[in-house]
């Protein structure tokens, strides 16, 4: 027995070089095999160049177009249009009416936005877009809108933002 009281008794040593190895080696495996989540559906977007502390010495008139919803309309139910909208599933809005205008002139079709914007583009075609959506405004409005300045030509398209 006193043999196995002097191992017991012996002192045990841990050592830590080892283990400081290992924790190394996975710190530099989860490294290398990180991959980060790349974000879908992503929009590029440019500050404006021609404002604020390094702004340019020619200031360009952008082409304002507001889009403004001048009548609400009903929301109605998507499956049956002859019922009012429950609250559940899609709707749709009947009767809905959008105002658009384009410097001072206003129009109540999109086809006729458009045609003015050729216009403006023909005049001009290095002028810019500027698109105001005003409150009440969602985004197929503002897709319609976005959709007649990519068929007049406009690359340079910028958006306003929210207001207080």
């Known amino acids: 027995m006193s043999r196995l009281r002097a191992i017991?008794?012996?002192e045990q040593k841990l050592e830590?070089?080892?283990m400081?190895?290992?924790t190394f080696l996975l710190l530099v495996f989860f490294l290398c095999t990180l991959q980060f989540k790349t974000l879908e559906g992503k929009l590029s977007a440019y500050l404006p160049k021609d404002q604020g502390l390094n702004a340019g010495d020619e200031l360009v008139e952008k082409i304002r177009v507001v889009v403004a919803v001048r009548d609400e309309?009903?929301?109605?139910?998507?499956?049956r249009p002859s019922r009012a909208w429950s609250g559940e599933g899609h709707f749709e809005l009947v009767g809905r009416m959008l105002e658009y205008r384009v410097g001072p002139r206003t129009y109540?079709?999109?086809?006729d936005v458009q045609a003015r914007l050729e216009f403006l583009r023909e005049r001009d075609p290095e002028r810019p877009a500027l698109v105001d959506a005003r409150p009440g405004t969602v985004y197929a409005d503002v897709v319609g809108v976005l959709d007649a300045l990519a068929l007049a030509g406009f690359e340079d398209v910028t958006f306003v933002g929210a207001r207080d």
């Open 16 to 18: 830590m070089t080892p």
């Open 8 to 10: 017991a008794e012996e």
């Open 73 to 79: 309309g009903a929301r109605r139910d998507a499956a």
């Open 20 to 22: 400081i190895d290992v």
């Open 108 to 111: 109540d079709d999109l086809g």
